[in-house]
């Protein structure tokens, strides 16, 4: 229940397992994908996180977006994903030196190739940043940086279909459970799938489809986000993605700038709507630009859109396995901004703890939904 990046990242890793020997229906109310969270992301791929399951994750991802056809049969190239390494630049003040430094030494210890500055270095590097207010940043060397959102979807989706599955333009909108197990999803063209298995890979709807089971309330809400595109008149050289303190982003996009930050948390309503507020451009994130980038006092807004982050309240972070009160319902939910690039992960993980009965590559068991119920919740600091 559900194709965009996440579920058509499981029916590709599914229908690509050498002992998957079932089929796949693909339910995707939206086939063009024109409100799905997917295309309207920054595309963002990072190794700087803190949990070590969201860095590992991120690290397949990369791996994954540069070399598809070593992980899955798909007839598109690496280069169709645009992936542009140019890096993340995390900045710290002085209260998120101590927490930096402790992040990029688990990041490097698992591989990830992140150089740790202090301000002066930062400086000497990055001459267009105001540093005065800032004691250490982490820059990622390689590795780390953009690709073009809706292709890496198209190339699951693609791929899907091409190894057998079947994508349905359809919502679920009953479920016949038994005995805690599931036995079909009537859908709202009037069919009925019938299947061993169900995954509820519904995004910013995850909520709902658990409703249909009468389970306890999954902890996943629709919330807004903003992006905004600028022009600069003198635009800095040698931009990675930076990742302000305050929680505010920018990075290039062709020749011009792309920024957002997310609302305080008292701010972060569940939203259904794509409505644009240039007043939060104006009014905030204006300022904190030119402040980090004396060069952003002169530039012109040029375009905006809205998307939405399938937010998990508990921790932010996803809710990936086996639901703790069904005996076949499996989840893939609640990634908080984090779906595109824990995507490829996901999807071999699924793939692997369905067909083989465990993870038998990287483990995922960290981010099991049982979690919530047991009040462990994954401490991750670096979400943007």
């Known amino acids: 229940m559900g194709g965009g990046v ?20 693909v339910l995707e109310p939206d086939p063009t994908y024109r409100y799905a969270a997917t295309p309207r992301s920054a595309g963002g791929i990072r190794h700087q996180f803190q949990a070590t399951v969201n860095i590992q994750a991120s690290l397949f991802a990369t791996r994954f977006v540069s070399d598809p056809g070593q992980f899955i ?6 280069s169709d994903l645009a992936f542009n390494q140019s890096g993340y630049l995390t900045l710290a ?97 009037g069919k009925t799938i019938h299947g061993d298995i169900f995954i509820n890979a519904s995004g910013c709807d995850a909520a709902d489809v658990c409703n249909l089971l009468g389970l306890a309330d999954l902890p996943v809400r629709k919330r807004k986000r903003l992006v905004f595109v600028f022009d600069c008149r003198t635009p800095p050289t040698t931009c990675p993605l ?63 859109w809205a998307g939405h982050y399938d937010v998990n309240t508990f921790d932010h972070n996803a809710l990936i396995g086996l639901h ?20 490829p992960a996901c999807g071999r993980g699924l793939a692997e703890l369905i067909v083989d009965g465990r993870y038998t590559t990287l483990d995922l068991g960290t981010l099991r939904p049982s979690r919530i119920r047991d009040g462990c919740r994954i401490i991750e600091s670096q979400i943007v």
């Open 93 to 189: 003040s002085d209260s998120g030196q101590e927490l930096i430094e402790r992040n990029v030494a688990r990041q490097q210890n698992l591989g990830a190739a992140i150089e740790l500055m202090d301000s002066q270095t930062l400086a000497n590097r990055y001459s267009w940043l105001n540093t005065e207010d800032l004691c250490a940043a982490a820059v990622g060397l390689k590795g780390e940086g953009w690709i073009d959102p809706h292709s890496l979807l198209v190339l699951f989706r693609e791929s899907a279909v091409d190894l057998g599955a079947c994508y349905q333009k359809a919502r679920a909108v009953a479920i016949d459970c038994q005995a805690n197990t599931i036995k079909s999803v009537s859908c709202d063209d």
């Open 324 to 343: 703790p009160d069904m005996a076949n319902f499996y989840l893939a939910n609640g990634f908080s901004g984090h779906g595109l690039q824990q995507s």
């Open 242 to 304: 930076v990742v302000d303190p305050c929680g505010l982003y920018f990075r290039p996009e062709g020749s011009l700038f792309i920024c957002g930050m997310s609302p305080p948390a008292e701010l972060d309503h569940d939203c259904d709507d794509f409505e644009i507020d240039y007043d939060w451009f104006d009014e905030v994130l204006w300022p904190k630009l030119a402040h980090r980038v004396p060069a952003f006092e002169e530039i012109k807004l040029t375009n905006a």
């Open 73 to 78: 049969k798909t007839r598109r190239q690496a």
């Open 6 to 25: 996440i579920g058509s990242a499981i029916a590709c890793f599914l229908q690509n397992h050498p002992r998957f020997n079932g089929t796949v229906t």
